[in-house]
């Protein structure tokens, strides 16, 4: 009796021939590689060894086959390894092995490296298995990181998390499968690895210093959509190379120390406490004495470690709010400000309730031509072009950043870079947490950014302007209570401010 007088010896024999080569080359091109693939592991680690694993169970099992077959007949069974040139069976038998393992080797191969580069696109991970990213996919693709694949953010390298991602991914495709998934998709990503393995790969803290040169275009809502321009001295900070200092933005994140806090709510927007341990030992705590929080002593409290995404949680899916997108649409001339009142009207179609992005696309034309037929009727074949060129635009802005069917958008999805619409900064620098001699962390415009120039003109030479700093003008009439009030008082997330 020979091994090879079965089939299906033949093909687990060339199923362990290909997985083995096709481990060897993939393990080959993983270390000679410079970049980091987790998804090239995939298909050496598990790809590879699963066909040949496959292929031994076929050869084990046409082993079996023939062993039970041949005692049935009272054959005597010998092991040995000798070709039998003599028997047509075996020949034929031999040579489907080596057939089917030369084919079998060219097939996995050039699958092997077609699979890992699939796996690792943005493709992949917004279109071809999950689909429920669209407005992830959509907003990446206007993003800084744009060039910048999926997997080097949500998995980087090492085997570690990629092994968590794969078996979170897997109750991932179940959720699509059986359409369970939450609508919006859970942010933040609570697995996501710790910024300095992923975001500081190409960040790099030690330059993290200066300021930063900012100017922003807003534009009231008043009938001429008047302009109001601001440039801010934004305090990058860090490690100054030239003082040693650790100062501005940046020194949460260079310093030895650390920062550790209690978020309430799973979005980390509240933080009633939080603590900060310097390297010389030093700690100070801040809480909310109005707040209820768990014990920060507490076996079961979990002490997030600031980092990047605590402030940078947006780096790649910025849902713009509609006035943010429609003053930038105006400054650049592509809505046109002498449309009356188009600042005004253009937020608050954007920001209705619509179920569906064809009913959004359906009514936003109508509400806009509406609105000018009624309001000005005498004007509006004069304005006509300006309507209709409004209306592409702010179509345009909503299939970007509004997503009704996912129930996904600015709303949403918290941009925590600031303290405008949403609290960010003022999380921790908004007065209500104190140490425990009744102090608060400093709420100085400042500590942040200066204000070198600012005035009702789109012309940067018209504006009040010193390189020194400007106090702070409201755009509107409001006196000094932006002084005593947050900004998200008045300009809330359902306004769309």
């Not at 996995?108 to 429920?132: K, P």
């Amino acid at each position: 009796m020979s091994l090879y007088g079965h089939p299906l010896a033949a093909l687990g024999g060339a199923l362990m021939v290909a997985g083995m080569l096709v481990f060897i080359v993939l393990l080959g091109l993983d270390y000679l590689s410079d970049a980091e693939n987790p998804y090239r592991s995939l298909v050496a680690f598990i790809g590879a060894p699963v066909i040949g694993i496959l292929g031994l169970l076929f050869f084990l099992i046409a082993i079996r086959v023939q062993v039970s077959s041949a005692k049935r007949k009272g054959l005597h069974v010998r092991w040995r390894l000798t070709i039998i040139p003599s028997s047509a069976r075996y020949m034929r038998n031999l040579w489907l092995f080596l057939g089917l393992s030369g084919f079998l080797v060219i097939v996995f191969i050039y699958a092997g490296f077609r699979g890992y580069e699939a796996t690792e696109s943005v493709a992949f991970c917004g279109e071809t298995c999950h689909t429920v990213m669209g407005p992830q996919i959509e907003t990446y693709g206007d993003s800084a990181h744009a060039r910048v694949p999926c997997v080097e953010c949500h998995i980087g390298p090492g085997t570690s998390f990629w092994v968590q991602s794969k078996i979170d991914g897997i109750r991932q495709v179940l959720a699509v499968a059986m359409d369970t998934y939450t609508r919006p998709i859970h942010t933040p990503v609570v697995s996501l690895r710790p910024a300095p393995e992923t975001c500081e790969e190409c960040h790099w803290p030690e330059q993290f210093y200066g300021q930063k040169l900012k100017t922003k275009q807003y534009y009231r809502t008043d009938e001429a959509n008047s302009p109001w321009t601001i440039s801010l001295l934004v305090n990058i900070g860090g490690g100054n190379p030239q003082t040693g200092r650790a100062e501005g933005i940046h020194w949460h994140m260079v310093t030895d120390s650390l920062v550790e806090y209690i978020p309430v709510d799973t979005k980390r927007q509240e933080i009633p406490w939080f603590r900060v341990t310097k390297p010389d030992g030093t700690v100070q705590v801040y809480a909310d004495p109005d707040a209820t929080y768990p014990d920060p002593e507490g076996l079961e409290t979990e002490l997030r470690v600031m980092d990047c995404v605590d402030c940078h949680n947006r780096p790649s899916h910025q849902f713009e709010p509609p006035a943010v997108a429609v003053n930038l649409a105006l400054s650049k001339g592509e809505i046109s400000g002498d449309l009356p009142f188009i600042r005004a009207v253009g937020v608050d179609l954007l920001n209705a309730e619509y179920a569906t992005l064809d009913e959004a696309l359906t009514k936003i034309p109508l509400g806009l031509r509406d609105y000018y037929a009624t309001q000005y009727p005498f004007r509006a074949a004069d304005l006509s072009e300006d309507i209709e060129q409004a209306i592409e635009v702010l179509m345009g802005i909503y299939e970007g950043n509004f997503f009704p069917e996912m129930n996904t958008d600015y709303r949403a999805r918290e941009n925590n870079l600031s303290h405008f619409v949403n609290d960010g900064c003022f999380r921790c620098h908004g007065g209500n947490q104190v140490n425990e001699v009744g102090e608060a962390l400093s709420l100085e415009c400042t500590t942040c950014h200066s204000i070198i120039a600012q005035g009702a003109s789109d012309d940067l030479n018209q504006l009040q302007s010193d390189i020194a700093g400007v106090d702070f003008i409201h755009p509107l009439e409001i006196g000094d209570v932006w002084q005593t009030v947050k900004c998200t008082q008045c300009h809330t997330r359902e306004s769309g401010y």
